[in-house]
């Protein structure tokens, strides 16, 4: 049964490309939108998750606001759906029109250095044309530790889109020793790191007022290989395209200890929570981000 479920929500989601493809911006929106209502419907749960997450990272705003900010996220969902149901038929071009960045100069001059680049991104906008835009506009493989989907036609599919135009992607809970070969090559690695992480095996940083157990591995990486860490976060913007902002993080000031991979990874997750307070609608607050918190 759950090989016939897959299937059919696989098929359906080709439908939806389908459709969406032959869309212009400002209707592809208009879908998502749609999809967005129906998947709150369908997901009363994750209603609840958005609600409390919500509640407790803006306890100053009022219950008309977490409402709507509600709907709002789940809009962005049903948004980042149509948009990457299409990948498959796009090309190079329509990535470089969705997608641009506030200051690419800054990746570049980075990458000039020789040491490799740690590109952070987050489950923010969408997040999947994030991915794949930093390959083009440098014209050079990007390194991606993916989770694996339940569904793996949809994973296979999705595959397939990340990697269309030369990027590599390589299965999170494998990833350890292609992170470091891609590295020590001087090459790029993307990384989302705003899940919740293990209470056991990572470490703990304030987000939104709370101490919550963060990945440490991209910090660990950035100071074990003095790697460049720089955040880019893709901002929709009215007419349907993205701008990417981008800021580097400060890593020279710190020693290759466990001190210095606290610092540093609560130095990016401040850099994700300003943005976010900035778009709030743009974030998955689907997620129990805070189940491992004090």
């Known amino acids: 049964m759950d090989t016939i479920i897959q299937k059919l929500l696989f098929y359906l989601f080709l439908v939806i490309g389908e459709i969406s493809f032959r869309l212009n911006k400002k209707n592809r929106l208009k879908m998502g939108r749609f999809f967005g209502k129906l998947i709150m419907i369908l997901s009363p749960g994750r209603v609840k998750i958005t609600k409390e997450n919500l509640r407790y990272a803006f306890p100053e705003k009022n219950k008309n606001w977490i409402e709507i900010t509600t709907r709002k996220t789940f809009d962005n969902l049903g948004i980042v759906l149509a948009e990457v149901s299409i990948i ?14 506030d200051n690419f100069d800054l990746i570049k001059k980075t990458m000039t250095q020789n040491r490799g680049l740690l590109l952070l991104s987050a489950h923010f906008g969408n997040w999947e044309y994030t991915g794949i835009s930093i390959g083009l506009y440098l014209d050079r493989e990007v390194l991606i530790p993916v989770k694996t989907q339940k569904n793996h036609y949809i994973d296979k599919l999705i595959n397939t889109f990340r990697t269309k135009w030369g990027n590599k992607v390589v299965p999170m809970d494998k990833s350890a020793i292609q992170i470091v070969k891609q590295i020590r090559s001087g090459g790029v690695v993307g990384m989302l790191a705003d899940q919740s992480a293990t209470k056991d095996k990572d470490i703990f940083v304030s987000f939104f007022g709370r101490q919550t157990a963060t990945y440490e591995a991209p910090a660990e990486l950035a100071l074990k290989f003095n790697l460049p860490i720089i955040v880019g976060l893709a901002v929709r913007q009215e007419n349907g395209n993205y701008i990417i902002k981008t800021k580097k993080i400060e890593i020279d000031d710190l020693e290759n200890n466990k001190d210095g991979v606290r610092v540093l990874t609560q130095r990016h997750v401040k850099v994700l929570e300003s943005v976010i307070r900035e778009y709030p609608e ?3 607050w689907q997620h129990r981000r805070w ?3 004090n």
């Open 88 to 101: 498959g038929k796009l090309g190079k071009n329509d990535i470089f029109d969705y997608i641009s960045y």
């Open 282 to 284: 743009m974030w998955l």
């Open 291 to 293: 189940k491992h918190s």
